[in-house]
């Protein structure tokens, strides 16, 4: 029997088939429309509760996912999303076929795209298990650019994510905050511009150095000229085989330091010392005795604690013994022995006229004792420990650069003694071994003086090289160096150590930033908006920044500059930050700065050679032997700024007498404590003259 096809008999309710199978489904079929009519009702509610744009972002991402489920069915799952590559396995790839790439992007344009990459993840969640847990939502791509498609064979991908991870390849600081911008050439060109004013090249090199020599000349045949050439009257040095126990003072500032120093003979030493402040009323004190007084007092404190039973002992001979005991004791040399030679460093203007014997010149550092001003201020300090009866002698007035050349001489390896000793330092200064023939301002008679051993026939002298070329002959000064003179309490004074000092290398520099930053058309610690700046904002100088105050610029800054060689300068702009108050300073402010910094260092080092190179060529060191030129040098420059005894030597082979071959001769070495173990050598050096078997003739080599 044929079976009726047309829809009548198909949908025949009447029909037995028909009948049977539409009793045995009409309650579930009744049951499906209602449950149906129901979540049709209520997501109907559920939009209308929505605002429009919510609408439209929720179907169309109903609408993407019937694309995808349809793209399913034609073709096999194959899904590719942007992931971190270190944390997939190879086997945990998936491709994204081109047309869901661009069923992808046309929707992507409107679509939010967190909602489009957690919809697209979503839905291949239950065939991607073991990748799911891996990828990442694409916040950093751009809507417009979220995916797309190369090509028919290549896959889509997150073209945003693609052109970061080239930035950051690209990029100078990979795994930092910053970010490539567009570089100032102004700013750095101006900043090139102010370096090269600080340019001290060979050929100035050698200039400096022969007007040093003819001022190092004027200075040991008069008094007044701008290298003092004082003599010091320590004719010997030590070799390091010295014993002995011996004492040193130091004043110099607000601080008097006491200190005892034990030799070992083995170019070795022990050290005790003690400090006390100088109370502000002995500062400026009506007489010099109660400054001497209060002097003297610590020095016998110190021996009280220290070396009790030598104090005690010396005192209770002293008390117990008749005069005509003394007498004899003096001349068999016992009371001798008793006595400690003490060095005394003083470290204000004075004029020297023997190895223990110096009248004051004029107070500085905020003393003002009218009173002293004028007078011996060897006996000053004498009268009173006599006056204590303390087993001291003041045995020699010391200058801390004379110092450093002493202590170098005994701690220094080698058989000749140390040559010259020089301070790099707040200051700078130095002292070298001269011959006495020509010192003719202290054989002619013309400065006062007194007697001194001519057995050497050299003598050490204190150059005060500091006010070297104070007519700016040959000096590469700048108009941020006149400008910083004429703000000092000596313009016109010490221009040399102006220009090399620390006390004023951090000054120099504060006012060459500050000529950029006055300066409209550089743009120094200028941002037009935050693109333009590698930390994502605008900088900004604080109006109490150390950088609008004198002084407001430490020279440890420029030590800073010069050692920092980070990707991004990131010490140098943390400084910036923390200590002068500049926020967000760009990678090019910081180049910026670090170029002039290093510019005023290099300068500062180099212009250190003139006075070490000078003096070794006009005393003929080089030709007068073969052996070793020992060089004792103490201060934070020489100690603490990067390289700086590298710069030096790199002056001193450009200066013809020396050569490469002449600067490998040259050995320069640290000497610490020059007002402390360099006194007490002095002192034994002075208790000593005419022994040559305890000491070594100067410069003999």
């Known amino acids: 029997m044929l079976e009726d096809s047309s829809p009548a008999a198909q949908f025949n309710l009447s029909s037995p088939s028909a009948s049977s199978h539409q009793r045995t489904s009409s309650p579930v079929h009744f049951q499906t429309q209602k449950s149906s009519g129901k979540r049709f009702e209520r997501t109907r509610r559920f939009l209308r509760g929505l605002p429009l744009q919510s609408r439209v972002q929720w179907l169309s991402a109903v609408v993407l996912v019937l694309v995808l489920v349809l793209q399913f069915l034609f073709q096999p799952p194959s899904f590719q999303v942007h992931t971190d590559p270190s944390s997939l396995s190879p086997s945990s790839d998936f491709n994204l076929p081109p047309n869901r790439g661009r069923a992808a992007a046309v929707l992507g344009n409107w679509l939010p795209t967190r909602l489009l990459t957690e919809t697209a993840t979503s839905t291949f969640t239950a065939t991607t298990t073991a990748t799911a847990t891996h990828l990442k939502i694409i916040d950093s791509c751009p809507t417009s650019e979220a995916f797309e498609s190369r090509s028919t064979i290549e896959p889509a991908v997150c073209v945003g994510a693609e052109r970061a991870e080239d930035r950051k390849k690209n990029s100078p600081h990979e795994g930092t905050f910053y970010t490539t911008t567009e570089r100032s050439m102004a700013l750095s060109d101006e900043a090139k511009k102010v370096a090269d004013a600080f340019e001290f090249g060979d050929e100035a090199v050698r200039k400096a150095v022969t007007e040093f020599i003819r001022q190092m000349d004027e200075g040991l045949k008069e ?18 085989t010295e014993k002995g126990l011996y004492m040193a003072v130091d004043l110099g500032g607000t601080n008097f330091r006491v200190c005892s120093i034990l030799l070992h003979g083995n170019s070795t030493f022990s050290l005790t010392q003690s400090k006390v402040k100088i109370p502000h009323e002995l500062m400026v004190a009506k007489t010099a005795k109660e400054l001497f007084a209060f002097l003297a007092k610590q020095i016998e404190a110190f021996l009280k604690e220290h070396h009790s039973e030598h104090y005690h002992g010396h005192i209770s001979r002293r008390t117990t013994s008749t005069l005509d005991e003394m007498d004899q004791n003096v001349k068999n040399g016992v009371r001798e022995q008793e006595i400690f030679n003490l ?30 001003v004028g007078k011996d201020v060897c006996a000053l300090l004498q009268n009173e420990i006599d006056l204590l009866n303390l087993p001291v002698k003041v045995a020699a007035l010391v200058n801390d650069t004379v110092g450093t050349l002493m202590a170098r001489s005994y701690t220094s390896p080698g058989k000749s003694g140390t040559f010259l000793g020089a301070i790099f330092g707040t200051g700078t200064n130095g002292a070298y071994v001269e011959s ?98 590698d930390v994502h904002s605008t900088t900004t100088i604080y109006p109490d920044s150390p950088l609008f105050k004198q002084w407001g610029l430490d020279t440890s800054f420029l030590s800073l500059c010069a050692s920092d060689e980070s990707k991004g300068c990131k010490p140098i702009r943390q400084a910036m930050n923390k200590e002068l108050g500049i926020h967000a300073s760009s990678l090019e402010d910081a180049e910026a700065v670090k170029t002039i910094a290093m510019a005023i260092g290099r300068r500062a080092a180099r212009l250190a050679a003139v006075p070490i190179g000078a003096c070794i060529v006009a005393t003929d060191k ?80």
């Open 223 to 240: 008094d007044g000229k701008y290298l003092s050439q004082i003599p010091t009257y320590v004719t010997a040095v030590p070799n390091g």
């Open 343 to 372: 060095g005394f460093t003083f470290s204000f203007p004075i004029k020297q006229i023997g190895i223990n014997r110096g009248t004051l010149l004029r107070w500085t550092k905020g003393f003002d004792i009218a009173d002293a």
């Open 436 to 533: 006495l023939s020509k010192l003719t301002k202290l054989t002619d008679g013309s400065t006062e003086t007194s007697d001194y051993d001519k057995s050497t026939g050299e003598m050490i002298v204190n150059t005060e090289w500091g006010n070297f070329d104070g007519a700016s002959k040959v000096l590469p000064t700048t108009s941020y160096d006149i400008e910083l003179d004429s703000e000092t309490v000596n313009p016109g004074l010490q221009l040399f150590e102006k220009q090399v000092s620390g006390m004023f290398l951090g000054e120099i520099l504060r006012k060459a930033i500050l000529s950029l930053i006055n300066n409209p058309a550089i743009p120094l610690f200028q941002d037009e908006n935050s693109s333009t700046n």
């Open 622 to 701: 080089l030709k007068s032997s073969n052996e070793t030129i020992d060089v004792g040098v103490d201060g934070s420059l020489v100690e603490f700024y990067p390289d700086f005894e590298i710069l030096i030597r790199e002056a001193l082979r450009a200066i013809p007498e020396i050569g490469e071959a002449g600067e490998k001769r040259i050995r320069i070495g640290i000497a610490k404590d020059g007002s402390g173990v360099g006194a007490a050598l002095i002192a034994l050096v002075a208790g000593n003259v005419g022994t040559p078997k305890d000491t070594t003739p100067l410069a003999k080599d």
